[in-house]
């Protein structure tokens, strides 16, 4: 039996580089659409719904940090975010913030 196998492997034409090159093209591609469905896709849409929620985001409404304080949105600048937690007054970079928020 393991004597034909081998006669069969022998007759069977070789792999060309062509075959080869096409393997290869095959499972970067391959490697590619997973790469983008797995990584790149999620993380455009998480960086398209901190973006929305940072242009609809007004005084008032509660805030987490991504460090975890939990606060009211006080003054809002074009990259700064001054929230009050507590009695402390914090000014924070608005790429900081999650994507959580209550609105009253």
């Not at 034409?13 to 999620?42: C, D, H, K, Q, T």
């Not at 998480?46 to 606060?71: A, C, F, N, P, Y």
């Not at 990259?79 to 924070?92: P, Y």
Request: aromatic share 4%; hydrophobic share 45%.
């Amino acid at each position: 039996m393991a004597n034909m196998l081998a006669i069969i492997a022998l007759q069977a034409p070789p792999a060309g580089p062509n075959r080869s090159l096409m393997v290869m093209l095959i499972y970067l591609a391959s490697f590619g659409l997973i790469a983008w469905f797995l990584l790149i896709r999620p993380q455009r849409k998480m960086q398209e719904k901190h973006r929305s929620m940072l242009e609809t985001l007004k005084r008032g409404d509660e805030v987490m940090t991504e460090g975890g304080i939990i606060g009211s949105v006080v003054h809002l600048q074009d990259d700064r975010v001054t929230i009050k937690s507590g009695e402390a007054r914090l000014v924070i970079a608005s790429r900081r913030l999650r994507g959580d928020c209550n609105r009253p």
